[in-house]
């Protein structure tokens, strides 16, 4: 695993300086990741997911690169930002060619180029479907949903755009909920805040909720910063 210093996974900044995902780990033996933020991640220890999942239902064509291989996905009216999803994850969801997963390479406003050896072994159409997964570009937990993705927790504010670290592994903080945490409790996301962690109530099975990690004090303070040791990696 690489190695970084406290100062640079507390930092943020608007330009990308490393691979999206990449982990790193400090002295302490903590682990992060690197993401960029979608919206303002604030204040300090709330909870990281990735954004909503991207359909695509309007194919129009695919075409090959010189070595014959199916790497271009074109949708005419899909209308998307250039680079938005470089990196990203897909699968073909629906219809022909169903089953295929790719990465994708870049992305231009109607077209998806993929990395060569994710290549689609059967061409789409305009029946298929794709859905598209950006895993690190991230968003506050949403509320109410136990049982959703964490992909790290911030311990520093981002604004929306920054490229940063999430902790994904170790001690730090993350932001208490509206329920009292209790020490060496396991916490979840479901929160009637945005990004905020709880308590794993009694009852619930491994199916209902996601577990970021412990808390190890006890916090009776709504949204504010608490101990814990996070496991997410």
């Not at 682990?31 to 129009?60: E, F, H």
């Not at 992909?151 to 509206?178: C, E, K, M, W």
């Amino acid at each position: 695993m690489l190695n970084i210093g406290f100062r640079k996974v507390l930092q943020t900044l608007t330009t990308q300086e490393l691979a999206l995902g990449q982990r790193y780990e400090t002295p302490d033996g903590n682990v992060w990741r690197y993401v960029r933020a979608n919206a303002a991640l604030t204040p300090r220890g709330v909870l990281a997911t990735r954004v909503a999942d991207t359909s695509v239902t309007n194919i129009t064509s695919t075409a090959t690169n010189d070595r014959s291989e199916t790497v271009y996905i074109t949708e005419a009216s899909w209308a998307q930002t250039v680079g938005d999803f470089a990196e990203a994850w897909g699968i073909v969801s629906g219809n022909t060619g169903e089953g295929q997963a790719f990465r994708v390479k870049d992305n231009t406003v109607d077209t998806i180029e993929i990395y060569s050896d994710w290549a689609l072994a059967t061409a789409l159409d305009t029946t298929s479907d794709l859905t598209l997964f950006r895993p690190f570009l991230v968003r506050e937990a949403v509320v109410t949903t136990l049982n959703q993705i964490v992909t790290g927790v911030a311990q520093r504010t981002f604004a929306a755009s920054d490229y940063g670290f999430l902790l994904i592994h170790g001690f730090g903080v993350v932001l208490n909920g509206a329920t009292d945490s209790v020490a060496n409790e396991q916490l979840t996301t479901g929160d009637d805040t945005s990004g905020s962690a709880i308590t794993i109530g009694n009852g619930e099975t491994p199916d209902d909720i996601f577990v970021v990690g412990r808390s190890l004090l006890a916090s009776s303070t709504d949204d504010t910063q608490a101990f814990c040791y996070i496991s997410l990696d």
